[in-house]
């Protein structure tokens, strides 16, 4: 079965700093890989995904994640961050038609 | 593109109630969707897969008989947890699959609130 670790619950960084958030999964097949932000009482928004094709995926508001199979990893990072950036940020994994299995979840904190 | 809605988007019920919470694919047809738990500052937990036209597959540790969904259309899902107890309070969302370009992709609905007093 599939599985998501996101390393550090919660992050925090400084306003124009970057933006390092970790994610490693476990699949038995080659997985499809998602990130959402969840902003208070509100739902996710997805920002990225990977599904096939290039390991550099590229989503909203400045945010990227690379595909590394030998480390099964899909790290999430932007170059600079906002004040607006500040949330709470999951990494998915599915295999297939699966229900999406959800890590944890890091907290960033973006300070001014 | 897909668009998943519920409704409602928050509810305060009284203990022993029964709320129900609609989840509706609004430009695509799902033959499953998938409801989702998320208690405060935690992670989404799958409760179960709902699959048009037949009965539900819930996860290990979730009641059947307290959350009862309904996959009546290809388009509409219900959730209706029976009489609502506090701890049932949580954040609900759903998600219907759809196609996105060449595989299946979730698409989330907004979430429902549920508080029971």
């Known amino acids: 079965a599939q599985s998501v670790t996101q390393l550090g619950s919660h992050v925090s960084v400084s306003e124009g700093a970057l933006v390092l958030l970790r994610c490693n999964y476990s699949?038995?097949?080659?997985?499809?890989l998602f990130w959402y932000v969840q902003y208070p009482n509100q739902g996710l928004q997805l920002l990225l995904k990977?599904?096939?094709?290039?390991?550099l995926v590229k989503g909203i508001n400045g945010f990227e994640a690379e595909f590394k199979k030998s480390e099964t990893s899909f790290h999430l990072t932007k170059p600079s961050a906002h004040m607006s950036d500040a949330a709470e940020y999951f990494c998915?994994?599915?295999?297939?038609?699966?229900?999406?299995?959800f890590g944890k979840g890091t907290r960033l904190s973006v300070i001014a | 593109g897909a668009v998943v809605s519920q409704h409602p988007s928050w509810v305060i019920c009284k203990s022993g109630t029964s709320v129900k919470i609609e989840c509706r694919s609004l430009d695509f047809q799902a033959t499953t969707m998938f409801w989702y738990r998320q208690f405060p500052k935690q992670s989404l937990m799958l409760m179960a897969t709902?699959?048009?036209?037949?009965?539900?597959?819930?996860e290990q540790g979730v009641e059947k008989d307290k959350f009862l969904i309904n996959h009546a259309s290809l388009t509409l899902s219900t959730l209706t947890v029976t009489s609502a107890h506090p701890e049932d309070s949580s954040f609900y969302i759903c998600?219907?699959?759809?196609?996105?370009?060449?595989?299946?992709?979730?698409?989330f609905g907004p979430g429902t609130r549920l508080t029971v007093l």
């Open positions: 709902s699959n048009e036209g037949s009965k539900a597959t819930y």
């Open positions: 990977y599904t096939t094709g290039a390991t």
């Open positions: 699949s038995s097949v080659p997985p499809y």
């Open positions: 998600s219907a699959i759809g196609l996105a370009g060449n595989y299946n992709e979730q698409f």
């Open positions: 998915a994994v599915a295999e297939g038609n699966t229900p999406l299995v």
